[in-house]
């Protein structure tokens, strides 16, 4: 999925209109924030709409009984004389939501996939494919972007052949080769629903509401401790709230799971700056360079100096080694196309912005890369 962010999520929560009644740990600090204003709600996550077993019972059911549960939902799904589903990035949905819209991102689409595929019959397996450098980011502090998608098997009818393999069909939104160099991981359903949610953490973050982010994030750490990336997420968010000793636990916990999350690393770095231990902060980040010289953020850090000097020849060539990097990452692309904007290469500038566009992960991003787009039509069209 083009933009899985390194997020959280869990058990039930009450509805919006009061917080959940739960013993707090050092880790969670239910009273720093504000009851969510959304419900969060893990039931609804791969939970069926009615719509969604009408089309199963209607236009699919033919197409499931001609070619089996397994090809005929395929094709029921993803054929475009079917559904018409569309890839679209702005919001994580649950399976109903998926399907309402005929759209969604990577995980969105894995989720409603999954949930039609239970209804069927079939067994699922989901994969997560960790990018290297994970790349993301909020302000100063930095989340990983994962890619998740699953495998449809079926079991042979006749108990004398349950051992004979079957081959495995898997379903996936980006092309192979966008695939090299991803580290895959099996993950069970409970990671999956809390990547969901880490996923709306994420979004809620970007759109500025902290107190919502933080449930979402809670959310996630209680319906699978072990995501490690729920906890990085879970610092971030008492980061922005401004409660670096919170922080400070949640990037640690992260580190006790994963040992060698130099994204965590680095937030922790920030978190104790900002404790006021310069020194801790220092070797940490000393340590960093010596695990990672040219970290995720690296060129694009020394092009946003290049731009603020009035350098935008270097700083185009910085923004587009990252854009070598990381060819998906909407903001290098953007900063890429305000370089080519003040060289003059107009027609190059709105081909990078329209990449940004393209690849941008919020509603906010995605308006403001149009309105970019926009101006510089005008300024073509003089």
């Not at 790349?135 to 495998?151: E, F």
């Not at 079991?155 to 004979?164: A, F, I, V």
């Not at 509401?209 to 933080?214: E, H, K, L």
Request: charged letters at 20%; one cysteine or more; hydrophobic letters at 40%.
């Amino acid at each position: 999925m083009k933009a899985i962010l390194a997020l959280l999520f869990a058990a039930l929560l009450s509805a919006c209109a009061s917080k959940p009644v739960v013993q707090e740990t050092p880790i969670l600090r239910d009273a720093l924030f504000a009851p969510p204003t959304t419900r969060v709600d893990s039931d609804a996550v791969f939970a069926l709409s009615s719509d969604m077993r009408s089309y199963l019972a209607g236009p699919a059911a033919p197409i499931l009984a001609g070619k089996g549960p397994r090809a005929g939902l395929v094709e029921a799904l993803y054929h475009q004389d079917q559904l018409k589903l569309r890839y679209d990035s702005s919001l994580t949905r649950t399976a109903a939501e998926a399907f309402a819209s005929r759209s969604g991102n990577c995980l969105s689409l894995v989720i409603m996939t999954g949930a039609f595929a239970r209804e069927v019959g079939l067994a699922v397996r989901y994969q997560r494919y960790t990018a290297d450098p994970a790349l993301g980011r909020s302000g100063s502090l930095q989340l990983s972007i994962d890619h998740v998608n699953l495998t449809l098997d079926t079991h042979h009818p006749d108990p004398t052949l349950q051992n004979r393999p079957v081959d495995p069909m898997t379903i996936d939104f980006l092309p192979p080769e966008d695939l090299r160099g991803l580290r895959m991981q099996p993950i069970s359903e409970r990671t999956v629903m809390a990547m969901f949610m880490n996923n709306r953490a994420a979004e809620t973050l970007a759109e500025g509401q902290v107190d919502n982010a933080y449930w979402w994030a809670r959310a996630a750490i209680q319906t699978d401790p072990d995501f490690a990336s729920a906890y990085n997420t879970l610092g971030v968010v008492y980061r922005r709230h401004g409660n670096p000793d919170a922080a400070e636990l949640a990037f640690n916990a992260t580190l006790q799971r994963e040992p060698g999350n130099t994204l965590a690393m680095s937030n922790l770095a920030d978190a104790l700056a900002a404790l006021g231990r310069k020194e801790e902060s220092q070797a940490l980040l000393q340590r960093l360079a010596s695990i990672d010289p040219e970290p995720p953020f690296h060129y694009f850090d020394r092009g946003m100096a290049a731009m603020q000097a009035g350098d935008y020849a270097g700083a185009r060539d910085l923004f587009a080694h990252e854009v070598k990097r990381a060819p998906d990452y909407h903001e290098f692309h953007f900063w890429l196309g305000l370089a080519l904007y003040h060289l003059g290469d107009l027609p190059m500038a709105q081909q990078q912005i329209t990449l940004a566009e393209e690849n941008s992960t919020t509603g906010n991003d995605r308006t403001r890369y149009a309105a970019k787009l926009a101006h510089l039509r005008s300024l073509q069209s003089r």
